[in-house]
C-alpha cells in the first residue's frame, strides 16, 4: 500500500450543470470537465439506467501529461474517478456558502446577467490522503495518466 495525497479542486461553470477543476494525485496534475445533462438538483428524477447512459448523462473529460492531451477513459477508469468527483460535485452544490453565491447580486455576476461585471468564479478544493493498493499505482502509472509513487 502506497500513502498517496489528493488533491480536489471543483469549479462552478454553469450552476448545478457544468464544472471544471482538477485532481492532483501526488504530484500529477489532471485536469477534468464535468456535465450533467440532468442538472443536480433534478437528478434523482432521472438515475442512469445503465453505466452507457450514466455516460452520457455525466460527461467527464480529462486532459493530462506534458502536452496536456485528452484522455480517453475506458470504463473502469471513467468509475474511478466519478465516484471522487461526483461526491465533489454534489457536496460542492449543496454547500450552503454555494448555493448562497448563486443568489443575488454575486449570482447575477456568476451567472452574467451584470453587464461589464468581470468575470466571476466559485470553486472548492478537498485534500484527502488514501491507502492505494498496488494495483492500483500501478494502473495510475500508465503513460496517459503519468501518477509517480514512492517505491
Same mark, same amino acid.
Not at 460535485?89 to 456568476?110: I, K, S
Not at 500508465?142 to 509513487?149: D, I, S
Given at each position: 500500500?502506497?500513502?498517496?495525497?489528493?488533491?480536489?479542486?471543483?469549479?462552478?461553470?454553469?450552476?448545478?450543470?457544468?464544472?471544471?477543476?482538477?485532481?492532483?494525485?501526488?504530484?500529477?496534475?489532471?485536469?477534468?470537465?464535468?456535465?450533467?445533462?440532468?442538472?443536480?438538483? @433534478? %437528478? !434523482?428524477?432521472? /438515475?442512469?439506467?445503465?453505466?452507457?447512459? *450514466?455516460?452520457?448523462?455525466?460527461?467527464?473529460?480529462?486532459?493530462?501529461?506534458?502536452?496536456?492531451?485528452?484522455?480517453?477513459?475506458?470504463?473502469?477508469?471513467?468509475?474511478?474517478?466519478?465516484?471522487?468527483?461526483?461526491?465533489?460535485?454534489?457536496?460542492?452544490?449543496?454547500?450552503?456558502?454555494?448555493?448562497?453565491?448563486?443568489?443575488? @447580486? %454575486? !449570482?447575477?455576476? /456568476?451567472?452574467?446577467?451584470?453587464?461589464? *461585471?468581470?468575470?466571476?468564479?466559485?470553486?472548492?478544493?478537498?485534500?484527502?490522503?488514501?491507502?492505494?493498493?498496488?494495483?492500483?499505482?500501478?494502473?495510475?502509472?500508465?503513460?496517459?495518466?503519468?501518477?509517480?509513487?514512492?517505491?
Amino acid at each position: 500500500m502506497s500513502k498517496v495525497s489528493v488533491e480536489r479542486f471543483i469549479q462552478q461553470v454553469v450552476d448545478g450543470s457544468e464544472y471544471k477543476g482538477h485532481v492532483k494525485i501526488g504530484e500529477t496534475v489532471l485536469q477534468y470537465e464535468l456535465k450533467f445533462s440532468v442538472p443536480i438538483p @433534478r %437528478f !434523482g428524477e432521472k /438515475l442512469p439506467g445503465s453505466f452507457s447512459d *450514466a455516460r452520457r448523462k455525466m460527461q467527464l473529460t480529462m486532459r493530462g501529461g506534458e502536452q496536456d492531451e485528452a484522455i480517453d477513459l475506458g470504463d473502469d477508469e471513467y468509475h474511478f474517478f466519478m465516484q471522487g468527483l461526483l461526491t465533489l460535485a454534489f457536496d460542492f452544490y449543496y454547500q450552503p456558502t454555494t448555493r448562497e453565491a448563486n443568489q443575488g @447580486r %454575486f !449570482g447575477q455576476v /456568476l451567472h452574467q446577467k451584470v453587464p461589464n *461585471a468581470g468575470i466571476a468564479t466559485i470553486s472548492m478544493t478537498q485534500n484527502n490522503t488514501y491507502q492505494f493498493p498496488p494495483e492500483l499505482c500501478a494502473w495510475l502509472s500508465v503513460p496517459k495518466f503519468g501518477c509517480k509513487f514512492a517505491q
